[in-house]
C-alpha cells in the first residue's frame, strides 16, 4: 500500500510517498489488493477529524455514498472530500467550516477513486 499525499484543501502538486508497504490487520484493511494509504496535505477535511499529516487509508474495493469521505481525481488531480448526494446531483465537498465554499458540481469532470477507511494520526 502505497501513495503520494493527498491534497486536503486547493489541488496542488502531490509529491511525498509513503515509505515501504502498510502491513495492517485483515480485520482493519480486508481487501488488501484494494486498500492504499495516502498522507494527508492540508486542513479542508477538519470536520472528518482528518487532518495535515495524517495518513488515510482508502479502499477502491467500497461503494461511495452519501455522506461518504472520498478519494477523487478532480481535473487530474487528487483530492480527498466529502460526496454529498442530493436526489440525483452529487457533489464533492470540504468538510472544514473556515474552507470557502466549494464543490465540484458536475461529476463527469471527477471520478470518485476510492474511500476513505480510517485515519492515522
Do not use: Q
Not at 19 to 28: D, I, K, S, T, V
Not at 70 to 90: F, P, Q, T, W, Y
Amino acid at each position: 500500500m502505497r501513495g503520494p499525499a493527498l491534497c486536503a484543501g486547493f489541488p496542488s502538486p502531490a509529491d511525498d510517498f509513503l515509505e515501504g508497504a502498510l502491513e495492517l490487520p485483515r480485520w482493519l484493511a480486508p481487501n488488501p489488493p484494494a486498500t492504499f494509504a495516502w498522507n494527508i496535505a492540508g486542513d479542508s477535511m477538519r470536520g472528518a477529524r482528518i487532518f495535515d499529516r495524517d495518513i488515510a487509508v482508502v479502499d477502491r474495493s467500497l461503494k461511495a455514498g452519501h455522506g461518504s469521505v472520498v478519494v477523487a481525481a478532480v481535473d487530474g488531480e487528487m483530492s480527498i472530500k466529502r460526496l454529498v448526494v442530493d436526489g440525483n446531483v452529487a457533489r464533492l465537498s470540504f468538510d472544514n467550516p473556515g474552507m470557502p465554499a466549494f464543490a465540484v458540481e458536475d461529476m463527469a469532470e471527477g471520478e470518485i477513486w476510492g474511500v476513505v477507511r480510517f485515519s492515522i494520526r
